[in-house]
């Protein structure tokens, strides 16, 4: 059984800060990373991809890759209150179907 | 370029009762998915299309749910007859390489 795993949350930051959310994940096969922001009410959206290990960055976001650790994580700096939502991570093995976590609940507090 | 869409928006049914889903994906798209997402959870995968075959079904209940994808574009979703688990937020996503963009999802109530 392939398995994504995120903390649930609600995680907490005040405006402006750093927030860090992680995910694993047990299928060592995987090769592409997302991450989704998914509004209450509101279908997930894409906003990052990440394929390689290391850092990847747009705009706010940091996508970040270990594979040998089977661990992605995405940063968001500089948060506003308009990033509350669940994040989902999902991870794919090309060809295969994309697998999600629970997503974590990010509030971020004016 | 136009997104996923996804009807009706919104379908309340009494249980027992049969209920469809429609999908059309992004232009061009080849793979076609169609999840069921519960509350507080990560959308979970129902059946994957690779234009007009399923190529995943496995997680499909197929005593009651049906999919098809007709001409390798539009795709139906159909439960007969509901029952009260099924209420769910029903998602269709689509994708032509790795990434995958979802559609606004049906919510399904069913009383």
């Known amino acids: 059984q392939k398995e994504v795993e995120q903390n649930s949350g609600p995680l907490s930051v005040p405006e402006g800060a750093i927030a860090s959310l992680n995910c694993t994940y047990s299928?060592?096969?995987?090769?592409?990373f997302f991450w989704y922001r998914q509004y209450s009410g509101k279908s997930p959206e894409l906003i990052m991809s990440i394929y390689s290990n290391g850092d990847k960055e747009d705009g706010r976001f940091t996508a970040q890759l270990n594979k040998a650790s089977q661990y992605v994580s995405l940063l968001i700096r500089d948060s506003q209150p308009s990033d509350s939502a669940t994040y989902l991570c999902a991870v794919n093995n090309y060809g295969q179907n994309f697998v999600f976590g629970p997503g974590t609940r990010l509030s971020v507090l004016p | 370029e136009a997104g996923v869409v996804q009807s009706p928006r919104y379908k309340i049914i009494e249980k027992k009762q049969p209920v469809a889903f429609w999908c059309n994906p992004i232009s061009g798209h080849n793979t076609l998915y169609w999840y069921r997402q519960n509350l507080g959870q990560g959308p979970e995968l129902l059946i994957r299309y690779e234009n007009e075959e399923a190529v995943d079904d496995s997680q499909l209940p197929k005593d009651r749910f049906s999919a098809e994808r007709l001409k390798g574009v539009d795709s139906t979703l159909k439960i007969q007859p509901a029952e009260l688990g099924d209420s769910a937020v029903y998602l269709c996503?689509?994708?032509?390489?790795?990434?995958?963009?979802f559609g606004p999802g049906t919510r399904l109530t069913v009383l």
């Open positions: 996503a689509s994708s032509l390489a790795y990434e995958q963009f």
């Open positions: 299928d060592r096969g995987s090769q592409s």
